[in-house]
Nanobody, 123 residues
Framework: QVQLVESGGGLVQAGGSLRLSCVAS????????MAWFRQAPGKEREFVTA????????SYADSVKGRFTISRDNAKNTVYLQMDSLKPEDTAVYYC????????????????WGQGTQVTVSS
């Protein structure tokens, strides 16, 4: 079992930055692929970015490529999402997720989820 707790959300103006953190507890964090998803009101949960468990290979949704950066610190059992040049359309609840396999952009493939953290970008 893995427990995930996100933090770092908040209200920011367009063009600003936020850094989200997700701390994992439970089983060996370093063996899990980690991802961030987001869900805006009335919309489906969508993939944002993912990072592999081993060498840190990453993938990003086209909508955030070049603006968001995912990273992980296995010693701290933490994955980060650095969000720069934020836009109002980035407003959503952001969720951290983990799976014991290859990274994926499909939410149904993830075994564990955090409770989410709200990110609101004002124009």
């Amino acid at each position: 079992q893995v427990q995930l707790v996100e933090s770092g959300g908040g209200l920011v103006q367009a063009g600003g930055s936020l850094r989200l953190s997700c701390v994992a507890s439970g089983r060996t964090f370093s063996s899990y692929a980690m991802a961030w998803f987001r869900q805006a009101p009335g919309k489906e949960r969508e993939f944002v970015t993912a990072i592999s468990w081993s060498v840190g290979v990453t993938s990003y949704a086209d909508s955030v490529k070049g603006r968001f950066t995912i990273s992980r610190d296995n010693a701290k059992n933490t994955v980060y999402l650095q969000m720069d040049s934020l836009k109002p359309e980035d407003t959503a609840v952001y969720y951290c997720a983990a799976r014991s396999g290859l990274r994926s952009s499909i939410p149904q493939r993830y075994d564990y989820w955090g409770q989410g953290t709200q990110v609101t970008v004002s124009s």
